[in-house]
T-cell receptor, first 114, second 112 residues
Framework: DTGVSQDPRHKITKRGQNVTFRCDPI?????LYWYRQTLGQGPEFLTY????????KSRLLSDRFSAERPKGSFSTLEIQRTEQGDSAMYLC????????????FGSGTRLTVV | GEDVEQSLFLSVREGDSSVINCTYT??????LYWYKQEPGAGLQLLTY?????DMKQDQRLTVLLNKKDKHLSLRIADTQTGDSAIYFC????????????FGTGTRLLVSP
């Protein structure tokens, strides 16, 4: 297993366009998280999946954002009608469950909205 | 509140010890973590400490936890230039799932 994979690594889009990011977690991990990191800040929680169920969403996740994990494996995060304020690094992480393991993060997708 | 605070910058010479400090506010935190982020990369878990411990040592890393003061520190012994990165502390909230709340990060610069 090569860890958590995210695609694409970089995305530049024009304001108003839709974008979709993909995350492939570690195969045996049933918990998947999306975080957003803006410049000079720590990551902020967006949403959490246990298997295919989306169990928690942050207030940061506006109606323009939607996330799915259809088969409990990979996940997608879509942003509709992008705004310049959406420019950030979007990080995916996975974990096998509760406890001290912490998250395994992917390398992130850097979104730039121009 | 959800605040986790860190100093923004630390500069040390190669071979010295580095101490990165963090304060948190949520007394229900279960585990506390230190992550390292290199430029353009995701976050790498360095070490963690359970909230009922006050110290943990892992090779060059020593974590100290003062639960009364809600203060966490990471000491890196014999700091190397490869340790230059941003270091984040994070606490986990028992919200039915493991939600991490991160600090703003401390940029460590190690000079030869």
């Amino acid at each position: 297993d090569t860890g958590v994979s995210q695609d694409p690594r970089h995305k530049i889009t024009k304001r108003g366009q839709n974008v979709t990011f993909r995350c492939d977690p570690i195969s045996e991990h049933n918990r998947l998280y999306w975080y957003r990191q803006t410049l000079g800040q720590g990551p902020e929680f967006l949403t959490y999946f246990q298997n295919e169920a989306q169990l928690e969403k942050s207030r940061l996740l506006s109606d323009r954002f939607s996330a799915e994990r259809p088969k409990g494996s990979f996940s997608t995060l879509e942003i509709q009608r992008t705004e310049q304020g959406d420019s950030a690094m979007y990080l995916c992480a996975s974990t096998a469950g509760q406890g001290h393991w912490g998250y395994t993060f992917g390398s992130g997708t850097r979104l730039t909205v121009v | 509140g959800e605040d986790v605070e860190q100093s923004l910058f630390l500069s040390v010479r190669e071979g010295d010890s580095s101490v990165i400090n963090c304060t948190y506010t949520d007394s229900s935190s279960t585990y506390l973590y230190w992550y390292k982020q290199e430029p353009g990369a995701g976050l790498q878990l360095l070490t963690y400490i359970f909230s009922n411990m006050d110290m943990k040592q892992d090779q060059r890393l020593t974590v100290l936890l003062n639960k009364k003061d809600k203060h966490l520190s990471l000491r890196i012994a014999d700091t190397q230039t490869g340790d230059s990165a941003i270091y984040f502390c994070a606490d986990s909230r028992p919200a039915g799932f493991q939600k991490l709340v991160f600090g703003t990060g401390t940029r460590l610069l190690v000079s030869p």
